[in-house]
């Protein structure tokens, strides 16, 4: 979760942006693209742009992220000058959360939680902005329920909250209860607030509506030189993603490439490039750009690209060393309790350790069961013989339409083994026509499927 402080209330609001599969974020208060708080006016004397990026770069990149650490460390010296400061605490737990965004360092998140329950602490009432930081920080966390006890007593009346408990429920799968929220927001919604209405447009199967929208909330958050580097490169990163949704791959590898000339250490840019380059077969780009993440975070999911790339490619020693590394990632994930269904993803897809890939995928709905979840338990139970548990997962990955190829065709296969050979059909035909290029492998076997089945 992502947020940036206000200074003056009357004159700001906080946006939220749900941010995809493992994390949200909760942006930057602003108004009409004019910095609102003491924390940006900070950057904006601190940091000299124009000795940072010469000529053209000015014109579209706003480079805060240089000054990060500087600027944490004025505002722990202002609450270490002033340690019962309610406002320097949240100001600091916001900067934190900014930098976990930017640098992956899992130390912030836990250093934002506890300067925002500090903040709460001094001041308990009247104190919304620091219950939004300390939800965003266990938003980051993945401690759903958690974040949503933190909401429970805040207004209802305020939109930002209202975007913010909507993604939240959007994560633990309660789209009814999202979309009731959703009708308590004003009809002309902020960038942020029209982010978690186009990710929920997204999972309930409009995505051409969706699409229009963020793309929408992109182009004026691009009007605005100021508005923070990753926050605007968040917003080029999902609109790759509902392009490649949507089978549009040359607009995806743009948006993801604009991502990086904003920011350049945007992790989920690298992964989505390795992702669409693995689905097309150009290996060595895929390899490319998962190094380049993996230099980041070696998450599992890039990871997983990068392995793959090294098999195409016949670089077997290579392949086995990032599978090691998968291992490492696995265990440390185990030893604090996490459950990455990313994991489980890549152990079902190629076929290991599929015993534990549905133990993840079951636990992983009891902690977060929205769509993408019983996707990947659907999927795991397939890989384990437990057809009837696969369907039932299936059915309700895909309960709303949501036009994302491999939750269809992972259906559609199920259905295909079950002798379902209408709902088969119609499953692997929506995969291949949302994006004949979903993935490396699968995508072939959707269309092998369906000329076997006659059509």
Known sequence: MHLRILWVLALTSLLVLLRPSDTQALSLGYTNGKLGTYSSLVQLLTVNSRQMLPGKQLDLVFPDYLQRSHIISVYEEKVAQSPNSSIFLRLLADQYLRRFREMAD??????????????????????????????????????????????????????????????????????????????NLPKKESNGQNAVVARYLE?????????????????????????????????????????????????????????????PRHIAAFTGLARLYAAQHRWQDALNAANQGIELMPQVETLGYKADAQLALLDQKGAAETEDLIGVVAYLSKV?????????????????????????????????????????????????????????????????????ALLQFHAGMIALHLGNREEAVKRLTQAVSLNPQFHHKYADQARQAILDLGF
């Open 106 to 183: 899992v130390e912030d998140v836990l250093r934002a939680e506890q300067a925002a329950r500090r903040s709460l602490a001094l001041q308990p009432r009247h104190n919304q902005v620091s219950s939004m930081l300390l939800a965003s920080a266990l938003l980051s966390q993945h401690q759903f329920r958690s974040a949503l006890d933190v909401l429970n007593n805040s207004s209802v009346d305020n939109p930002n909250i209202v975007s913010l408990l909507a993604s939240i429920q959007m994560e633990l799968g309660d789209y009814e209860a999202t979309h009731q929220l959703l009708q």
């Open 203 to 263: 999972l309930t199967g409009n995505l051409a509506s969706a699409r229009q929208l963020l793309d929408e909330a992109m182009q004026e958050m691009d009007s605005f030189y100021t508005m923070s580097a990753e926050t605007r490169a968040w917003f080029h990163v999902r609109t790759g993603d509902l392009a490649f949704a949507a089978g549009d791959l040359a607009l995806c590898e743009q948006r993801y490439r604009e991502a990086l000339d904003l920011f």
């Open 336 to 404: 604090k309790g996490i459950y990455d269904r990313a994991l489980a993803v890549y152990y079902t897809e190629h076929g290991i350790h599929l015993t534990e890939a549905l133990e993840i995928a079951r636990s992983e709905v009891v902690v977060r069961d929205d769509v993408y979840a019983e996707d990947t338990l659907a999927w795991a139970a397939a890989a384990n013989g437990q057809w009837q548990e696969a369907q039932r997962a299936a059915q309700q990955a895909t309960r709303f339409g949501t036009e994302d």
